[in-house]
């Protein structure tokens, strides 16, 4: 039996035009393991793992497998050697269906469908993933393509599997038949590496953890001598815990004039005579599990989908009512919705931080078509300062940036157009605990600069942290209202379920 490392790493440096995104990395990676690499967005996580998915070759240092040297040129080849990623952005092929995807690169010669749909079939079932092979994979979800990603690594029979954000997009019932699956595959002894900004889940499902800072190695050691505050502090340098989600308010912003009534509002099975309103100078919070019409709602707010034509109820922005076909419309009455799933909706990812930055502007400014750069330049520079957005320049594409820049992209390109409405879809999903406690604290000083701010999240904390009033939805509209002093976990959470 050989007693190497399924994989290590020694020295592991990767630069880029000089600069480094990894220095000096060790790491090992036992047989059987789940091992959580966690670290604030730029930390070098992804560069690491990528190094031992083939995706990228070291500038120096050296990688091992079962104590070999090796040095995977491409996905395909450290594929070979048993080195399977599951990628945050999916590395799908949109126009196949899902057993295609599946068996890529596993033809035979002579390729009878029929014959694959079966065996995707009975494959996809023993690990209780509720997919169609015969889906198009442009069709699916989010969810869907993550897990046809997953049982992907499964079926190529991979060493070690690692897996970038693999529960960003999934429900928490998805996430259960995610973490089963991950406890199968260390029973089979294969090794596991889990990127993930959500460290409550790298405490749930690690043997051990290793913590990342500016592209070095902070410290590496096992899942039982850690707490939420010591990842944070070795995370961030700094102890965060106090900050990030606060302790419980003990005032709230009072209310100012009346920005948005929404009135028996109907949209398809999601929304069903919802009724809310939102004032200026607070921070609504809008809490609800998955399929409560939260976002649906929101949505028709923003013009992004339209309500029912016949009874479809009424929206009302500073006591005019309004019916929006086109999301331009609700920008230039100063309406903003930051949406939740960016990589699709959120930014055009060739383009640069000023020219995505400055098209929010131009999405403002009815009439006005032409680009000026130096215009574009001068946004792009002012907005980037402001919200902190880390990168070598203004001129970086957006699809370089880390996740949590990626977001503060995606709000400077909203706030440009200076909206009297923010609508923030689950501000920090996919982002960091640096970059969550900036988002926080711009989220609070627009309220205080008597905007009104309405912040839709799944996780109960940050609603709990950013809101001076917590709307809860169910089954498609408001149930309960409460405000951040009298409200607790169990009381919204009761309310989102009964």
Request: avoid cysteine; proline fraction near 3%; charge should be positive.
């Amino acid at each position: 039996m050989n007693d190497a490392p399924a994989l290590e790493l020694r020295q592991a440096t990767k630069k880029y035009a000089g600069v480094p995104a990894i220095e000096g990395v060790d790491f090992v990676l036992k047989r059987g393991e789940i091992h959580s690499i966690v670290g604030e967005n730029g930390a070098g996580k992804s560069t690491l793992t990528k190094v031992m998915a083939g995706v990228v070759q070291l500038s120096s240092g050296q990688m091992l497998i079962d104590g070999v040297a090796v040095n995977p040129q491409t996905p395909n080849e450290a594929m070979k050697l048993g080195v399977a990623m599951v990628f945050q952005e999916t590395s799908l092929v949109p126009t196949m269906t899902v057993a295609q995807n599946l068996f890529l690169g596993q033809e035979k010669f002579f390729n009878r469908l029929r014959g694959i749909y079966i065996a995707a079939q009975q494959f996809l079932q023993s690990l209780q993933f509720d997919v169609d092979p015969t889906a198009q994979v442009s069709l699916l979800g989010a969810a869907k393509k993550q897990m046809v990603e997953i049982a992907r690594a499964v079926l190529h029979d991979a060493k070690v599997i690692i897996f970038d954000e693999p529960t960003a997009s999934l429900t928490p019932e998805e996430k259960k038949y995610f973490f089963d699956l991950v406890f199968k595959l260390k029973q089979r002894g294969v090794s596991v590496i889990f990127i993930s900004h959500a460290l409550e889940e790298a405490l749930l499902v690690s043997d051990r953890i290793t913590i990342l800072r500016d592209g070095k190695h902070v410290v590496t050691d096992d899942k039982v001598n850690f707490d939420r505050s010591r990842i944070v502090q070795a995370m961030v340098g700094r102890d965060l815990s106090q900050t990030l989600y606060g302790q419980k308010k003990t005032t709230v912003r009072a209310q100012g004039k009346r920005v948005l009534s929404v009135q028996n509002l109907r949209m398809a099975a999601m929304v069903k005579n919802n009724s809310l309103s939102v004032f200026a100078g607070q921070v609504t919070g809008v809490f609800g599990l998955v399929g409560s019409g939260r976002t649906e709602t929101f949505k028709v707010v923003a013009g992004v989908i339209k309500r029912d034509f016949m009874h479809g109820g009424e929206v009302l922005l500073h006591g005019r009512p309004v019916r929006y076909y086109v999301p331009a419309s609700a920008v230039r009455d100063g309406i903003a919705y930051v949406t939740e799933d960016r990589k699709i909706e959120g930014f055009f990812e060739t383009k640069s931080i000023a020219d995505n930055i400055y098209l929010g502007l131009l999405a403002k400014s009815k009439g006005k078509s032409l680009v000026s750069r130096s215009e574009a330049a001068e946004v792009g520079e002012h907005w980037i300062k402001q919200l902190k957005v880390r990168a070598i320049s203004k001129d970086v594409k957006a699809i370089e940036l880390s996740g949590g820049n990626q977001q503060k992209v995606v709000i400077a390109k909203s706030l440009v157009q200076n909206p009297d409405l923010i609508i923030f879809d689950e501000p920090t999903r996919g982002v960091d605990v640096g970059a969550i406690t900036e988002i926080h604290e711009l989220i609070n000083r627009l309220a205080d600069e008597g905007k009104a701010v309405v912040v839709i999240s799944s996780y109960l904390p940050e609603v709990m942290a950013l809101s001076d009033r917590i709307l809860v939805q169910r089954m498609g509209k408001v149930v309960e209202e409460y405000s951040a002093l009298e409200a607790n976990e169990e009381k919204i959470m009761y309310a989102a379920i009964h």
